[in-house]
Nanobody, 120 residues
Framework: QEQVVESGGGLVQPGGSLRLTCRVS????????AEWYRQAPGRQRERVAL???????DYADSVKGRFSISRDNAKDTLYLEMSNLKPEDTAVYYC??????????????WGQGTQVTVAS
């Protein structure tokens, strides 16, 4: 059974750092792309970062230079290192694992989210 479980959220002061972790099971994680999203109250869910199966990364402009996405395929784990956090980074952060099939179809598997609050 597919499972995606995030952890590592919490309350941090502006300028602080956090590392989010996403553990994936039941999905061929190493061969597929994975992403981090976030959703703030009253706003649409937005993609924060992407990492492909080959390690290529991409970031939303709002987090470039402050966030870093990485993966450990041996542990089926995705990470998001966040530094110089700002109050506007406050949101629920979600991990999305993607499984692609040979027929071209893809399935998305979402975690339950982890709350990040940046406040003094």
């Amino acid at each position: 059974q597919e499972q995606v479980v995030e952890s590592g959220g919490g309350l941090v002061q502006p300028g602080g750092s956090l590392r989010l972790t996403c553990r994936v099971s039941g999905i061929l994680f190493s061969s597929n792309d994975a992403e981090w999203y976030r959703q703030a109250p009253g706003r649409q869910r937005e993609r924060v970062a992407l990492i492909t199966s080959t390690g290529r990364t991409d970031y939303a402009d709002s987090v470039k230079g402050r966030f870093s996405i990485s993966r450990d395929n041996a542990k089926d784990t995705l990470y998001l290192e966040m530094s110089n956090l700002k109050p506007e980074d406050t949101a629920v952060y979600y991990c999305k694992a993607i499984e692609a099939y040979t027929n071209g179809e893809t399935l998305d598997f979402w975690g339950q989210g982890t709350q990040v609050t940046v406040a003094s």
